[in-house]
């Protein structure tokens, strides 16, 4: 658990510093009429420190061993399942060279950074946030799990400004990209035919749409009607888990309790609606909104689903990836607001940020080989 405490604690440290220095220059840049480049060492060193970090990781993300299983399987010329073509391809590249798996782990943990942090290369004040929120936030566990799809989803983030430009063909282009390291990226195309306004406009109604989900999503009739959707499945690329879906919903279903973690994503996300008028305003001349838009349907979507297994869960997750850079906007609203006494939301808000990962560490030690939040390092298992 200590080392646990350090990695993690280190990781989101040293990414918040090099975040902070990042904000500076380009601050600085501005008041002098220079354009920043990306290619500063304060940008590049967290990417790969993110990377390193990750590429020497053993069990952290329930599917490590399975891609490390069919990584070694490429490197001996026993792998027959069929992934999509980059992630293949890529794959099959590192097998050739005989790359060690930490180089192949490092590598998708470095695409995965990078198109987050070209998202908000030219509003880096953003960056120390971001960087404690994937770490401390427990989505980099999850990063670490669904490495295929989260690519898609990280580059989904990217897409997003070419949506608000109005590039289409940049836009599918990236979404191209996505669909070539998981077939569900499919279903984002749609999204560009979809105007991106103000939808979720009375803070009130949106509480309750966030507290009806919960009720809703605890629901045995609710999960039983997810059985018609084997077509979709089929179609964004799920077709093993459409052919067992009986399987899936009344074996593999689980009961998501609400316990300190799922507690702390509801609130958060009751902060990000109850602030959402202030930050639409600050933050107009940003992607800002299209980020609460997708968070926010992210949050409904995760909370209706939260009692079936992975099989629906992994596809929200291309929405609730984007509650990383809205709370992001919320925490530097936050800090910059000019407050008469002590910064009590801030800090709450931070608070709730920071303490997924500590309660998931403690909670997942417990489980022994089953553990696959606590960081391990593979050199003390090889």
Same mark, same amino acid.
Request: charged letters at 15%; one cysteine or more.
């Given at each position: 658990?200590?080392?646990?405490?350090? +990695? *993690?604690?280190?990781?989101?440290?040293? $990414?918040?510093?090099?975040?902070?220095?990042?904000?500076? /220059?380009?601050?600085?840049?501005?008041?002098?009429?220079?354009?920043?480049?990306?290619? !500063?060492?304060? $940008?590049?060193?967290?990417?790969?420190?993110?990377?390193?970090?990750?590429?020497?990781?053993?069990?952290?993300? #329930?599917?490590?061993?399975?891609?490390?299983?069919?990584?070694?399987?490429?490197?001996?010329?026993?792998?027959?399942?069929?992934?999509?073509?980059?992630? $293949?391809?890529?794959?099959?590249?590192?097998?050739?060279?005989?790359?060690?798996? !930490?180089?192949?782990?490092?590598?998708?943990?470095?695409?995965?950074?990078?198109?987050? &942090?070209? #998202?908000?290369?030219?509003?880096?004040?953003?960056?120390?946030?971001?960087?404690?929120?994937?770490?401390?936030?427990?989505?980099?566990?999850?990063?670490?799990?669904?490495?295929?799809?989260?690519?898609?989803?990280?580059?989904? =983030?990217?897409?997003?400004?070419?949506?608000?430009?109005?590039?289409?063909?940049?836009?599918?282009?990236?979404?191209?990209?996505?669909?070539?390291?998981?077939?569900?990226?499919?279903?984002?195309? =749609?999204? &560009?035919?979809?105007?991106?306004?103000?939808?979720?406009?009375?803070? *009130?109604?949106?509480?309750?749409?966030?507290?009806?989900?919960?009720?809703?999503?605890?629901?045995?009739?609710?999960?039983?009607?997810?059985?018609?959707?084997?077509?979709?499945?089929?179609?964004?690329? &799920?077709?093993?888990?459409?052919?067992?879906?009986?399987?899936?919903?009344?074996? /593999?279903?689980?009961?998501?309790?609400?316990?300190?973690?799922?507690?702390? /994503? %509801?609130?958060?996300?009751? @902060?990000?609606?109850?602030?959402?008028?202030?930050?639409?305003?600050?933050?107009?001349?940003?992607?800002?909104? =299209?980020?609460?838009?997708?968070?926010?349907?992210?949050?409904?979507?995760?909370?209706?689903?939260?009692?079936?297994?992975?099989?629906?869960?992994?596809?929200?997750?291309?929405?609730?990836?984007? #509650?990383?850079?809205?709370?992001?906007?919320?925490?530097?609203?936050?800090?910059?607001?000019?407050?008469?006494?002590?910064?009590? +939301? &801030?800090?709450? =808000?931070?608070?709730?940020?920071?303490?997924? %990962?500590?309660?998931?560490?403690?909670?997942?030690?417990?489980?022994?080989?089953?553990?696959?939040?606590?960081?391990? @390092?593979?050199?003390?298992?090889?």
């Amino acid at each position: 658990m200590l080392q646990s405490l350090i +990695v *993690y604690g280190g990781l989101a440290f040293l $990414m918040w510093w090099f975040g902070t220095i990042a904000a500076k /220059r380009e601050l600085t840049n501005i008041r002098l009429h220079k354009e920043t480049s990306f290619w !500063t060492w304060e $940008m590049i060193l967290p990417i790969l420190l993110f990377a390193f970090i990750s590429g020497v990781r053993w069990k952290v993300g #329930t599917d490590h061993q399975s891609y490390l299983n069919g990584y070694m399987a490429l490197i001996h010329g026993t792998e027959t399942r069929e992934l999509e073509g980059a992630f $293949m391809y890529f794959s099959q590249l590192f097998a050739y060279l005989n790359l060690h798996f !930490t180089f192949f782990f490092g590598f998708w943990a470095f695409l995965q950074i990078s198109f987050m &942090y070209l #998202t908000f290369k030219n509003e880096r004040y953003l960056l120390p946030y971001i960087g404690i929120i994937i770490v401390f936030g427990g989505y980099y566990i999850g990063w670490m799990n669904g490495i295929r799809q989260t690519i898609a989803a990280c580059i989904f =983030v990217f897409s997003i400004q070419f949506i608000t430009k109005r590039k289409p063909i940049q836009y599918f282009l990236f979404i191209f990209l996505a669909f070539l390291f998981h077939k569900s990226a499919i279903i984002l195309s =749609v999204f &560009y035919f979809i105007p991106q306004y103000n939808y979720f406009k009375n803070r *009130y109604v949106n509480l309750g749409l966030l507290l009806l989900a919960v009720i809703i999503g605890s629901s045995p009739t609710w999960i039983g009607l997810l059985g018609n959707l084997e077509g979709v499945l089929h179609l964004i690329g &799920y077709e093993d888990y459409a052919d067992k879906l009986d399987y899936w919903i009344l074996e /593999r279903s689980k009961e998501m309790s609400l316990g300190p973690r799922r507690l702390s /994503r %509801i609130f958060l996300m009751g @902060f990000l609606v109850w602030y959402h008028p202030q930050l639409k305003q600050i933050y107009k001349n940003t992607n800002y909104q =299209v980020f609460f838009n997708f968070a926010f349907i992210g949050a409904l979507l995760h909370n209706l689903l939260a009692n079936t297994g992975h099989i629906f869960l992994r596809p929200v997750s291309y929405f609730t990836i984007f #509650t990383i850079p809205a709370t992001a906007y919320l925490l530097h609203y936050l800090q910059h607001k000019k407050f008469r006494e002590l910064p009590i +939301v &801030y800090i709450a =808000v931070l608070l709730l940020v920071i303490s997924y %990962i500590f309660v998931a560490i403690v909670s997942e030690r417990r489980l022994g080989d089953l553990d696959w939040t606590n960081y391990k @390092f593979f050199w003390d298992y090889v």
